[in-house]
């Protein structure tokens, strides 16, 4: 490779790569099952085989409903845990791809595989509940040497030592439950070829047809590990506090028990309580007394670990837990001299970390597990696409939604399970808002034509619920027509005036995104009546929804003048008039988010990226009273609840307020995508220098590498470090009366290589910046206040 002087770079290491499974044909494979082992039981499966020579190459491709893991001549095969990756079962299966090459060997060999049901026999998150089954899976092996392997009914399979301890069941109060393990059971060498398996039985054939996809996201593992910081005895229970709350894997050390002896573990998220949401797993003794409980076809969330039946007092060595979630790379980070800001920042992304797991940004990982579509698109934009490598993952994301889309065109408010959830008009835009913030990202064409249809199937079926007088009204009911939702002030659905004005404005903002979509495509026709529609609809809802008098939208709230603002449904000749009363709302009336989960990121989005007014929300954000991530933080929260009140309710790992980070890196930092430029080769830079800051660093990442945007003032002189990455732009926003103000490394940035001066308006000087790394400073900066 040659950089822009013409200096050659040196050669990389060689890279390879291989293809998986294209075709349904290139499956030979059956899938089977252990058909006499009833629905909760984990199993083992084996295959046993010669070989004269191994090959010099051989993978295995391995699809399962329910989770799996490995084993190739008693080695398990790779790091990845919880795989493979929650779908659609009605739909779509994900299958793993596995280089077992280097395990096996002439003669003997076998091929195992560890089967648990997860999510195969949830209840009543597929449909009628009609898996409730057990875990069935499918497997190809191929070799270089062009032996081929594949599932039949000459695989052996026997119980297992573990199992399913709960329904595995979300709402309510939750009952997911954990994992028993019966050491009894256990066969140590089950999965080596030498092993005699003459009395296991042999696997029945299962038919099923579904749509196989490789699971190309990056696998969920024990990325941190956390140790116990106290422990407290009552009795005969013992609970060890893990210090915050998180979602992951439980491993204890056992000892001193005697055969059948039982030792339950639960798992809180609060503290005085011992269990919560059905979370416990139980350990059965051997005769051996001594053994390790951790888990494998499950994960528990929480704070507090209780431990009972132990006939002695265990010790904080005893006790490690593993955080499990998708292991994506972190690209972004935040540090300010607000250590308020910099704990709401980190405390947003623990929560976002705690709910993401299987490829599934979960509303909480205890009671429900499901993906909501309100807090999948808020986290998107907030947490995910500005702070970790999440192409792959959200590739997967978008598509679950397109996968749970009926053939009228409605969708789900839940993806990918298909659970018959509440939600509203955002919860089910999710193949609107993800597509389209994907798009922005990483400006691949191929996502946007997926989501076309899915997107254009959506809006014609909201189109089919638009009244007599030009407005969306409820289509399937009050619980999916829920407007902003765990608000200050409350919850809204159905007819109420809130919610059917947010509603609007959802469709308004999906419409709007179609139209653009549309252009890209190349269907200019198809954008114009989609244009159309929306034209109408701002007039209409305009017509029905805004206060001439007042000059607002029905109450007045900051999320019903905003959304009309953002969303265009405010006439031009109003919006003057409305944005000033929706500033003296937020910074007067009511200097709190008087929002909920769905309203959240509207709000961020329109504040951040269309005003360009994130100091609207700083007074919001200092204040540590109710409500508020200050409040939370003072009552000793480590992930965010699930209401602003947090008396009363019982998650407290919730994604309801999750994204507040896209403020720290977006609006302080100043890093955005650029509106008319998708995917990141160009993208804007646009500091902001607020209250009472000193200083902010901010990274965050783009297909081409990391951005930076660091600055600190003194004064009225600021400092801004800049890191551009190789073949990309940035437009860069410097707070200067003049141009003269600003320098580059002492000199005049305006005679600066790789540095155009666009234009100054007396507060902000802003510039053209090429690659490279900068560092530009100003004499004229707002003065810290």
Not at 156 to 170: D, F, Q, T, V, Y
Not at 238 to 267: C, P, S
Request: charged share 20%; proline share 5%.
């Amino acid at each position: 490779m040659w950089d822009k002087h013409g200096q050659v770079t040196a050669w990389s290491p060689e890279a390879r790569f291989s293809m998986g499974l294209l075709n349904a044909s290139e499956w030979q494979g059956d899938w089977i099952r252990y058909k006499e082992a009833d629905n909760i039981k984990h199993i083992w499966y084996r295959k046993a085989f010669t070989l004269k020579s191994p090959p010099s190459r051989a993978f295995v491709y391995l699809c399962s409903i329910g989770y799996h893991e490995l084993y190739v001549n008693g080695q398990r095969i790779g790091t990845r845990v919880l795989s493979p990756g929650v779908t659609n079962l009605e739909k779509r299966a994900l299958y793993v791809t596995y280089d077992i090459t280097e395990q096996l060997k002439p003669g003997d060999n076998v091929i195992a595989v560890w089967t648990g049901p997860g999510w195969a026999r949830a209840d009543g998150s597929y449909g009628k509940g009609v898996w409730k089954q057990d875990s069935i899976f499918k497997c190809q092996v191929n070799m270089s040497n062009g032996l081929s392997l594949h599932s039949d009914t000459t695989w052996k399979c026997r119980i297992s030592s573990s199992e399913n301890l709960g329904l595995w069941k979300g709402g309510g109060k939750g009952e997911y439950g954990g994992e028993l393990i019966d050491v009894r059971r256990h066969i140590t060498d089950w999965h080596t070829a030498t092993y005699d398996d003459s009395d296991w039985a042999p696997a029945s054939v299962y038919p099923k047809s579904l749509t196989l996809s490789a699971d190309m996201m990056e696998p969920d593992r024990k990325v941190e590990t956390l140790r116990p910081v106290s422990l407290t005895e009552q009795g005969r229970l013992y609970t060890f506090d893990m210090g915050r709350n998180f979602t992951g894997w439980l491993e204890v050390t056992l000892r001193h028990g005697r055969a059948g002896q039982m030792v339950k573990f639960m798992t809180a998220n609060q503290p005085g309580k011992t269990l919560e949401f059905k979370q416990e797993s139980h350990y059965i003794h051997d005769a051996s007394g001594t053994g390790t409980f951790c888990h494998r076809f499950n994960y528990m969330a929480g704070r507090w670990i209780t431990i009972e039946g132990l006939s002695y007092r265990p010790t904080l060595e005893d006790v490690t837990c593993y955080i499990v979630t998708n292991d994506r790379r972190r690209i972004g980070t935040f540090e300010c001299s607000n250590e308020l800001f910099n704990r709401i920042y980190e405390t947003d992304l623990s929560t976002y970390i705690a709910n993401t797991v299987n490829g599934v940004l979960m509303d909480c990982p205890h009671r429900e597990r499901y993906g909501y579509g309100e807090v999948s698109f808020a986290c998107m934009w907030g947490c995910g696409i500005p702070n970790y490598e999440s192409a792959a993952f959200y590739t997967k994301a978008t598509r679950d939604w397109f996968d749970v889309q009926r053939e009228d065109g409605f969708v789900n408010t839940i993806a990918p399970q298909v659970y018959r959830g509440a939600g509203g008009t955002l919860w089910s835009s999710a193949p609107v808002t993800m597509t389209w913030e994907f798009y922005r990202a990483y400006g691949d064409k191929r996502q946007l034509a997926q989501g076309y249809e899915p997107m254009k199937k959506w809006l014609d079926y909201l189109h089919g619920y638009v009244s007599n007088d030009g407005v969306l009204t409820p289509y399937t009911g009050a619980s999916r027509f829920l407007g902003d939702w765990a608000t200050p002030h409350g919850s809204e659905y159905g007819n109420i005036p809130a919610a059917k004005l947010f509603n609007n404005c959802v469709y308004a903002y999906d419409l709007n995104v179609f139209v653009q979509a549309a252009r890209i495509l190349g269907k200019p026709q198809v954008a114009s009546l989609y244009a159309q529609r929306l034209a109408d609809l701002r007039k209409h809802a305009h017509a029905h929804f805004f206060n001439e008098e007042s000059k607002t939208y029905i109450d007045g709230r900051q999320l019903s003048m905003a959304f009309p603002l953002y969303t265009g449904i405010t006439p031009d000749h109003e919006r003057e008039a409305v944005f000033a009363n929706f500033v003296e709302e937020i910074t007067r009336n009511k200097p709190y988010l008087d929002t909920g989960s769905p309203g959240l990121p509207i709000l961020l989005k329109y504040i951040i990226e269309d005003v360009e007014r994130p100091d609207l929300l700083f007074p919001s954000l200092v204040r540590t009273e109710q409500p508020g991530y200050g409040y939370f933080l003072e009552q000793g929260e480590t992930t965010w609840p699930e209401y602003w009140q947090n008396v009363g309710h019982d998650s407290k790992i919730h994604t309801c307020y999750t994204s507040i980070a896209g403020y720290f890196v977006k609006g302080i930092g100043g890093i955005l995508p650029d509106p008319e430029k998708y995917g990141m080769k160009q993208f804007i830079i646009k500091p902001h220098l607020l209250g009472d800051l000193t200083f902010a660093r901010t990274t965050s990442g783009s297909m081409y590498g990391s951005i930076k945007s660091h600055w600190s003032r003194s004064g009225s002189t600021g400092d801004f470090h800049i890191e551009i990455p190789v073949n990309t732009v940035a437009e860069v926003t410097i707070p200067a009366r003049d141009v003269s103000d600003v320098l580059e490394r002492g000199h005049p940035a305006s005679g600066t290589e790789g540095v155009t001066v666009i234009e100054q308006d007396g507060n902000h000087v802003v510039l053209q910046v090429d690659s490279g790394v900068y560092d530009f400073s100003s004499s004229s900066v707002p003065v810290a206040n």
